[in-house]
């Protein structure tokens, strides 16, 4: 699953360990997360995207169009 | 409560188990040779009884530490993330699936004459497997 987590974390100029630290998970966690080698449970990317004003699909999808 | 915190408290019970460990082995130690020191043994049956049970709490003690590492373990599990409860997940998976597997290869060679193995060693050597694979999933999941 591709996810656009990177890019909307640098919108906002976050490191990753402050993003981890909003999320309430280790920075390794979203290092996982944004490179695609882990895919996040429902909770957490609900918790996301509430976090980035956004829908869940509009973050995570199969395929980036 | 945050990865540190919880690696604080982890890092704190392991320090109580291995101080414990020392204790009690110690009081195992010294109660063993006062009550087997002289005669005292043949002449008392009490002194017996209490160097039995001393000896019993000396072999056992090191499941104190075990026990409080053990604790220590869940507590570090239970307050980590996702990705990482999945990362123990997995290592302790492949620890138990490779001792089992690798302590039935040596059961079947000590059939056939090799020296037999002792369950400490198996402990041992899952807890090494255990380590080392948690490495390697930390690592994957880089």
């Known amino acids: 699953m591709k996810n ?19 999320l309430g998970v280790s920075r390794q966690t979203v290092n996982a997360i944004e490179t695609g080698k882990y895919d996040p449970s429902l909770p957490l990317a609900f918790k996301i995207a ?4 956004k829908k869940i699909e509009d973050i995570f999808s199969p395929e980036l169009k | 409560m945050k990865p540190g915190k919880v690696m604080l408290l982890a890092l704190r019970d392991i320090a109580i188990g291995v101080a414990l460990f020392l204790v009690v082995s110690r009081v195992g130690f010294w109660g063993l040779f006062l009550f ?19 000896l019993g709490a000396l072999i056992l ?26 990362i123990f997940l997995y290592a302790i998976g492949f620890a138990a699936a490779a001792t089992g597997l690798l302590t039935f290869a040596y059961g079947l060679l000590e059939f056939n004459g090799y020296p037999p193995l002792g369950m400490l060693n198996i402990i041992s050597f899952m807890f090494i497997l255990l380590f080392a694979s948690l490495l390697y999933f930390k690592w994957r999941f880089r």
Do not use: C, H
């Open chain 1, 4 to 22: 656009l987590l990177k890019d909307l974390r640098g919108e906002r100029g976050w490191s990753q360990a402050e993003l981890a630290e909003k």
């Open chain 1, 50 to 53: 509430q976090l980035f004003e």
């Open chain 2, 36 to 54: 087997s020191s002289g005669d005292v043994l043949r002449q008392n049956l009490l002194a017996l009884v209490m160097a039995t049970v001393m």
């Open chain 2, 61 to 86: 003690s090191p499941l104190i530490p075990i026990g409080f590492i053990i604790n220590s373990t869940v507590r570090m599990v239970q307050y980590s993330d996702e990705l990482q409860q999945r």
